[in-house]
């Protein structure tokens, strides 16, 4: 398998993808923004569309879409979390745009075949070039080396806000950093596993790491691990078994990992 230079691609930008998004995850979880990674996955499908009709670089239209809601995630502050009824109304608003570009894309020359949307929607990790994976590598590298310089203030900021705001800590603006990392995050994510399941692979490796030990520094480590093990084994199963997707295989697993440390720590009646 690994003589295979699209698997060694797939198994290189993917391994880089997971460590990072098991790090943004878990601050996901802890901090309870699991619908906000939803909704990112809305956007980036649309993000994506947008940038094939307008011809421009999909990758800009994907981290551009990402990137600004969270940026207005952040102006919003908590008053997210208290409208979810107005914030999924957007989302299917932002949806439904999504779904009028492709067709007017798809009533383009080139867009007949819907290889767009179907990579939008579920990722095209076997497919990654060289250069791409170059790129998804660095910018995981970004990512996690950003969340490594505000871990001990965001985890702080995250338990007790309160008592951070009290100590001087920026508490609003850490969570818009936070929120701009996951977004990146969101947006090259959709590379490999795509938008449909994306939130998949940051929230389910982290939530199996929660669930497990309360230590931050352990969570963070278990975290980056399971969604690496969801990538190598996703890919592997992928690779033996053709007519399985591997974003499938890898969100399956992630899944898999998620229902293991459930049944582990739940608590009978």
Do not use: C, K
């Not at 094939?52 to 551009?64: C, H, K, N, S, V």
């Not at 965001?154 to 969570?175: H, K, M």
């Amino acid at each position: 398998m690994l003589t295979q230079e699209f698997v060694r691609n797939a198994l290189l930008a993917g391994s880089a993808i997971a460590l990072a998004s098991g790090l943004v995850g878990y601050f996901v979880v802890l901090r309870a923004q699991v619908f906000a990674g939803d909704a990112l996955s809305h956007v980036a499908f649309t993000g994506v569309l947008a940038a094939a009709l307008a011809g421009i670089d999909l990758r800009l239209g994907l981290f551009a879409a990402t990137i600004g809601l969270a940026l207005l995630f952040a102006a919003l502050g908590d008053r997210v979390r208290v409208d979810d009824v107005a914030i999924g109304v957007v989302f299917a608003w932002v949806l439904g745009l999504g779904v009028l570009f492709l067709d007017l894309f798809n009533r383009g020359s080139g867009g007949s075949n819907g290889v767009i949307a179907s990579r939008a929607l579920f990722g095209s990790i076997f497919s990654l070039t060289a250069g791409q994976t170059a790129v998804a590598v660095a910018i995981a590298a970004g990512i996690s080396a950003a969340l490594a310089t505000i871990a001990r203030p965001l985890l702080f900021a995250t338990i007790a806000p309160a008592s951070a705001t009290a100590r001087g800590v920026p508490v609003g603006l850490l969570g818009a950093g936070f929120l701009v990392l996951l977004a990146i995050d969101a947006g090259e994510a959709t590379q490999a596993v795509g938008a449909l399941l994306l939130l998949g692979l940051i929230a389910a490796p982290a939530g199996a790491a929660v669930r497990l030990t309360a230590n931050p520094r352990l969570g963070l480590t278990l975290s980056a691990l399971f969604g690496l093990a969801a990538v190598w084994a996703g890919i592997t199963i992928a690779y033996l078994a053709p007519s399985i997707p591997p974003s499938s295989a890898i969100v399956g697993v992630a899944v898999a990992t998620y229902a293991a440390a459930f049944m582990l720590t739940a608590r009978p009646n």
